[in-house]
T-cell receptor, first 110, second 117 residues
Framework: DAKTTQPPSMDCAEGRAANLPCNHS???????VYWYRQIHSQGPQYIIH???NNETNEMASLIITEDRKSSTLILPHATLRDTAVYYC???????????FGKGTMLLVSP | DADVTQTPRNRITKTGKRIMLECSQT?????MYWYRQDPGLGLRLIYY???????NKGEISDGYSVSRQAQAKFSLSLESAIPNQTALYFC????????????????FGEGSWLTVV
């Protein structure tokens, strides 16, 4: 699986959009971009995943660049409960496991 | 996720003791996983099982063993616990057949805190 690079920490004001970047310059054509988050030692929670098209669900939006070398997770209206470590993971779905890096610690402040 | 249940949730054990962490799931998923997390670090894969007859080592399997007793049950054992196995352990599950694009979303339990003294 390709490696990912994320900033170690980010801040966001409550109610504003949180944009979390991820670099995955060595991604292969059959690898998906997954995002998970972990709220203070709870089990990681699936957020969203995509291959090359932008994706949106009830939690977030995923924007993948045309060359697929980077992506951005967008939380449109961050709340205090979105404070968590966010992990960007690249994997070939179905045939591989999840390999976690250190992620980005997002702190949402009032 | 309440559909993935880990027991015990907290355990303190002594060095050299055998300890088993159990995981059961009601999701009907065929795949199960065990991860560990050390303070301030990401999760690392210990073992995984893609079906009842399939067991695979992850990146840190030394000192651990697993048993897939049934599709819904996957146990992790520390045969002789040592202090550096003190960590938060997560069980996870996924269904190979799910997803709009064939992708399998992996769901995690709430974790088991293990302290080896």
């Amino acid at each position: 699986d390709a490696k990912t690079t994320q900033p170690p920490s980010m801040d966001c004001a409550e109610g504003r959009a949180a944009n979390l970047p991820c670099n995955h310059s060595t991604i292969s054509g059959n690898e998906y971009v997954y995002w998970y988050r972990q709220i203070h030692s709870q089990g990681p929670q699936y957020i969203i995943h995509g291959l090359k098209n932008n994706e949106t669900n009830e939690m977030a939006s995923l924007i993948i660049t045309e060359d697929r070398k980077s992506s951005t997770l967008i939380l449109p209206h961050a709340t205090l409960r979105d404070t968590a470590v966010y992990y960007c993971i690249v994997r070939v779905t179905r045939y591989s496991t999840l390999t976690f890096g250190k992620g980005t610690m997002l702190l949402v402040s009032p | 996720d309440a559909d993935v249940t880990q027991t015990p949730r907290n355990r303190i054990t002594k060095t050299g003791k055998r300890i088993m962490l159990e995981c059961s799931q009601t999701k009907g998923h065929d795949r199960m996983y065990w991860y560990r997390q050390d303070p301030g670090l990401g999760l690392r894969l210990i073992y995984y099982s893609f079906d009842v007859k399939d067991i695979n080592k992850g990146e840190i399997s030394d000192g651990y063993s697993v048993s897939r007793q049934a599709q819904a049950k996957f146990s992790l054992s520390l045969e002789s616990a040592i202090p550096n196995q003190t960590a938060l352990y997560f069980c996870a599950t996924s269904d190979a057949g799910q997803g709009r694009d064939g992708g399998d979303t992996i769901y995690f339990g709430e974790g088991s805190w293990l302290t080896v003294v």
